[in-house]
């Protein structure tokens, strides 16, 4: 990874890799497009009237990770985006969403993980807005609270959480 003039990593700052099997389908980079759907249903409680794509989607340094069920539909997705925390951390981990269908088989676990692993290979830290209700998720990922909390998306109590690569 080379940092370009503002210090942030080139893109891509992570290395492909190939699909690989989770417990709920087959783990691989995604077109963003084809997360919306999820993320407006699972983060956006289906609201129209709330966004579920972002001008950072289409930025090259974002990573787009999904899970595809073996019919196809993408039951899970994450996507990673250079955004940093001063002080903290330079990726941000974004708009993680699991159908609530498929939620407890350890999916999500697998997509942090992922990210985790291309974040260690790259040498950088993430940082995420996490629902509170989630916190213990990611603290059972290494992640640690930061700060105070604050309502966010949809109104929910949320707190920034951090991961440090080794």
């Not at 830290?125 to 609270?145: E, I, K, M, Q």
């Amino acid at each position: 990874m080379t940092p370009t003039a503002t210090g942030h990593p080139t893109p891509p700052w992570w290395r492909a890799r190939p699909p690989s099997a989770t417990p709920g389908g087959t783990l691989a980079e995604i077109d963003p497009s084809h997360l919306v759907g999820l993320r407006r249903s699972v983060l956006r409680d289906g609201r129209v009237d709330l966004p579920a794509s972002y001008p950072f989607d289409g930025e090259p340094s974002s990573l787009h990770l999904g899970v595809s069920a073996p019919d196809g539909t993408v039951v899970a997705g994450v996507t990673v985006v250079v955004d940093p925390l001063p002080g903290f951390a330079t990726l941000r981990l974004a708009l993680m969403a699991v159908d609530p269908g498929v939620q407890g088989r350890g999916i999500g676990r697998c997509l942090v993980e992922a990210v985790q692993e291309r974040a260690e290979e790259a040498g950088l830290d993430v940082w995420a807005a996490a629902r509170v209700g989630a916190l213990g998720f990611y603290t059972g990922l290494g992640f640690v609270s930061r700060g105070d909390t604050y309502v966010g998306p949809m109104d929910l109590p949320h707190r920034r959480i951090l991961w440090r690569s080794r």
